[in-house]
């Protein structure tokens, strides 16, 4: 702030006051006795309207006023560029927060970051840490009960796209995942038929009791040969490959919808999901302990 | 001295002139400065103008209303930097016109949602629907913004008022760059694309504080 600014802040301010003051010793001067005496001069049908002084209560309470501003600007900033004796900026209030807290929970990290992520997630203060970093940073896709949303997958139920040993998590949290399955129909035949007859095929995987149909179970013959192109990446028993993110096909569990429309869909247009990274965004022991967290989601009935 | 505001009290053309003098004291004290302040007038060293897709999303964000439940504005307290990211500062929001500080968060704070790791797919499917992603949330749909595609019409004009009159420093040359991408690769865009380009850009002048 230049000082001309300065300046006419301060000129601005303490004109204020004193004018406020100079308004209410000006008023003050009338004495109970004087105002007895003394009408407005204004008369309506033999009524005539007195000047009172100003009440005491009222008259204390400016007073006061007066008082708290210039202590208040004494302690405070608010006199141009006089940043009041007790130094406050709400940058320094915010930074003093930030340090108080970082001094309280370092060595609560330190702790954590000594456990193993997969002991880590017993420790239920880790727990508690660990639930506030995930409503924050991933409730918004895996949903606050992580119980997941179509396309995003629900973090409890123990089925791993990338795997769920700890290190598996902490990798997909800390550089993130890119999922692709490219559209396959032209290579099952192109057909709507081939499609349909695929999709009733993976259906099957995990709903055995569908051959009873003997048009599903003819779909499934059909289809059956073709799955050798899915086998690349989902395996030959079809129960998905970590490595790649290959879905688990056969345990009924669909992260892109378990309809048929949705599996046919899935075949004809393929599929991109994406997983962001977090390095950087969450320093290394916070995400040591939501990894903790993440591993814990799907094991709390071993407690 | 009794006589004086007797003066006043019976004279109402004087008494609003001095009410006037009486209540600008705060506006010339507090406000009036700023327009001559560095912090309030210089644009941070890493902002940039949007470009012309985001600028697009700007006034789709303006007619919905999304200022009305979203602030833009991240206070400088511990609780609001750990969930959004660092706080606003006035050299941010130098080019902005009309501001979109917002004054209520019905909605999360959204000054720094470009800085989250969130997918653009996410915002899409947020968009058209926000409780198939969060259950519980309380926004509505927007999903015709994936239909309409954007109205570019006034848009050679609408940045050339913000270099002209607001001094945003887009050069002429920047303003051709910009409408031939309107008139080719963004020619189809609709108000989806456009909303999300400019939210994903909110924020990205203070990338490397995150």
Redesign the interface.
Known sequence: MSQFWSVYIIAIVVLNLVGCAILLLVNLKMTPEEARNETTGHSFDGIQERNQPLPRWWLFLFVGTLIFSVVYLVLYPGLGRFGGLLNWSSVTQWEQEVALVEKRTEPLFEQFAKVPVDELHQYPEARDVGGRLFANNCAICHGSDARGAKGYPNLTDDDWLYGGSADAILTSITNGRNGMMPPMAAAIGGTDEAVRDMALYVQSLSRPDMTSDPQVAAAVERAKPKFAVCAACHGQDATGNHALGAPNLTDGIWLHGARLEDIETTIRQGRNSHMPKHEGVLSDERLHVLAAYVYGLSRNDEE | ??N???VIEKNVGLMIVLTLVAVS?GG??EIV?LF??KATTEPMATLRPYTALEMAGRDVYIREGCHVCHTQMVR???AE???FGP?SVAGEDVWEHPFLWGSKRTGPDLDRVGL????E??HR?HLRDPR?????SNMPAYPWLAENTVDWSHMERTLKVFKNQFGVPYSDQDIDEQMKKVRGEWADATEEDAVVAYLLSLGQARREE?
């Open positions: 001295m009794a004086y505001h007797s004291f010339l004290a400065p001559w302040q400088p307290l511990r930097t750990e969930r706080y989250r790791p969130i997918t797919q996410w499917e198939q992603v969060v259950p519980e995150r």
